[in-house]
């Protein structure tokens, strides 16, 4: 047999392996509430080729191949568990078992490392929880792919509905557009699923899901209740209200909280999840999921400040342009975003830096800030210039964020890949908050520059998701548990 044909039959074994990986997963997810990840990465709805991807990009962050063979024992495993609601990872449980020299079996080790997620320890599951959405653009959009996505196992978060302004009269297919705006995106590709309109009743049905289209030009007309809405977290992505007392008005009947997708105001707390999603009080009804680049850098600035120290810092955005800039060169009340946005560098503000207060108020450091849009319809990268509170190297720099992306609490949040030819584009669809570039990395003494991808869109809708799952009781703990 020559090696081509030995490399395709190993291919087409590790195919049947994932195949079979399939209905185990979706039957975990259904039936139990669990969400069986790969280094943080969900394969609930994933196809063949996609599992087995997930699986190949383990040798960017953990430098070795990783195998559907060597995680399917484990997954096994998980089956003859008296398992509650978690997120089992099963990549890192091939990792750590590979460490353990206690000569345990597969379904010892297994069953020692998820200990908490069953029999006595297991949390119950959740009843559905309301959410409504306040604006249905790009933000909105794919919040709402990801509480769709997110309700398949008929637990945690179910959307109930969407409110936009009737503008200068409701058009008479309305819902049908909204719908097929949802259904098809430009970037982020086809929604995965089914999408069906419902036009006498002003529903959008997709994956089962029945979402109830909501004039209104203003909070104070919508009694939610009067569409069986009840205690439900309302997600405001117009950003028109930011302050605590413009965000009060959506507390109307139905409605126990309310969640920003844009920097807060005034007292209003600004949370990036992984960072200070612990400090958020149980009775806040108001919180603030501070913007994109907020969540991209706060997160590395964490780790470095917590490894290293950080004295002062700069950081400077290359940002995709976003609605707010005008097509063609046009009137605009700020200075530069009125010129072109498909045809200019526009140097513009960024209120990240500032913002980097809020969520790490321990941080002794002053953080500066600017930003560029540039024209390219998403994913940006920040580039994070620190003094450090020490001297370094760039290896051991990167080794530590490496390992942060791994087994860390940040690894929902920081990504890491080494890849030496990623370009902006291959971003689209992260659900990190930000990702580490290995290759760009530089470190001279006590001074370190980090470049750090983000998607603007999908990542930051990602980490809105958690924030919401987590104010709503429905963030499920992670097994193996992260390394403090």
């Known amino acids: 047999m020559t090696v081509n044909e030995d490399s395709f039959t190993n291919w087409k074994l590790r195919e049947e392996i994932a195949e079979s990986m399939i209905p185990v997963i979706g039957k975990l997810h259904r039936e139990r509430d669990v969400t069986v990840l790969v280094h943080s990465r969900s394969l609930v709805n994933k196809s063949v080729v996609s599992i087995l991807k997930t699986h190949r990009f383990a040798r960017q962050i953990a430098g070795e191949e990783l195998s559907v063979t060597e995680t399917m024992p484990f997954l096994q495993a998980l089956t003859a568990l008296d ?6 990872d099963i990549g890192m449980l091939a990792a750590t078992y590979k460490a353990d020299d206690r000569g345990l079996s597969v379904a010892e080790f297994t069953a020692e490392a998820v200990a908490g997620a069953t029999g006595a320890n297991k949390i119950e599951r959740c009843e559905p929880r309301d959410v409504v959405l306040y604006g249905f653009g790009r933000i909105g959009r794919l919040v709402a792919r990801l509480l769709i996505e997110k309700a398949g196992s008929g637990n945690g978060l179910r959307l109930r509905a969407i409110v936009v302004r009737p503008g200068g009269g409701r058009a008479a297919d309305d819902v049908v557009k909204r719908a097929s705006l949802l ?7 086809q929604f995965q699923g089914t999408i069906t309109v419902d036009e006498a009743n002003g529903t959008i049905v997709a994956n089962g899901n029945e ?8 909070p104070s007309e919508i009694d939610y209740t009067a569409y069986g809405i009840k205690d439900a977290i309302l997600i405001d992505n117009t950003g028109k209200w930011r302050d605590r007392e413009g965000l009060s008005q959506h507390l109307r009947p139905g409605i126990d909280k309310v969640v920003l997708t844009a920097p807060g105001k005034g007292d209003v707390p600004n949370i990036v999840h992984g960072v ?20 991209a850098i706060v997160p590395p600035l964490k780790a470095m400040a917590d490894e290293y120290g950080v004295l002062r810092g700069h950081v400077e955005t290359v940002h995709s342009f976003t609605n707010d800039q005008n097509l063609l060169d046009n009137y605009h009340k700020a200075d530069r975003r009125g010129r072109s946005a498909p045809l200019n560098m526009v140097i513009t503000e960024t209120g990240a830096a500032s913002a980097v207060a809020k969520a790490l108020p321990d941080l002794d450091a002053r953080i500066t800030g600017s930003s560029i849009r540039v024209p390219v319809p998403d994913v940006s990268i920040a580039i994070l210039s620190l003094q450090l509170g020490r001297e370094t190297n760039r290896e051991e720099v990167l080794d530590y964020l490496r390992n942060v992306s791994l087994t860390s609490p940040l690894k929902r949040q920081i990504d890491f890949i080494s890849a030496p030819d990623a370009v902006s584009s291959d971003f689209i669809g992260s659900r990190h908050a930000s990702i580490v570039d290995a290759g760009a990395t530089k470190v001279d003494g006590d001074s370190a520059i980090l470049y750090l991808w983000y998607d603007n869109e999908f990542g930051y809708s990602c980490q809105v998701i958690r924030v919401v799952q987590y104010v709503s009781g429905v963030e499920y703990p992670t097994f193996p548990a992260p390394v403090a």
């Open 83 to 88: 398992l509650g609601p978690s997120q089992i």
């Open 183 to 189: 259904r098809r995106d430009s970037i982020h590709g």
């Open 211 to 218: 979402i109830k289209m909501i004039y209104a030009n203003d």
């Open 276 to 295: 200070n999603h612990d400090t958020i009080k149980p009775d806040e009804q108001i919180l603030s999921c501070a913007s994109c680049t907020t969540n």
